[in-house]
């Protein structure tokens, strides 16, 4: 089992930055992918960004392309997501996801932690 807590959630005004973090604890070996998604109101979970664990791989949605960046420390067990300009679009909760399959479909992820909520003032 992997146990994924997010944090950094928050309110930011439009065009400013935030950066949210994912602590991965329990069996992280079975981490190969680590991804973000989002929910906004009233929407669909979608995709945002994944990293693979090991080789530090990267895939975006083209709605984040250019404004985000996913990271990872492997020694920190830490998954982080860089989001910069951000638009009163990007308003939503805020999921880290792991799973031994990655790209962007819900279902390849195992683990999910329980969101971290992003409110946008424009």
């Known amino acids: 089992q992997v146990q994924l807590v997010e944090s950094g959630g928050g309110l930011v005004q439009a065009g400013g930055s935030l950066r949210l973090s994912c602590a991965a604890s329990?069996?992280?070996?079975?981490?190969?992918?680590v991804g973000w998604f989002r929910q906004g109101p009233d929407k669909e979970r979608e995709f945002v960004a994944v990293?693979?664990?090991?080789?530090?791989?990267?895939l975006y949605a083209d709605p984040v392309k250019g404004r985000f960046t996913i990271s990872r420390d492997n020694a920190k067990n830490m998954v982080y997501l860089q989001m910069n300009n951000v638009k009163p679009e990007d308003a939503a909760v805020y999921y880290c996801a792991a799973g031994p399959r990655g790209g962007s479909a819900s279902l390849n992820y195992y683990y999910w932690g329980q969101g971290t909520k992003v409110t946008v003032s424009s």
């Open positions: 329990g069996r992280t070996s079975s981490m190969i992918h």
């Open positions: 990293i693979t664990w090991s080789g530090g791989a990267t």
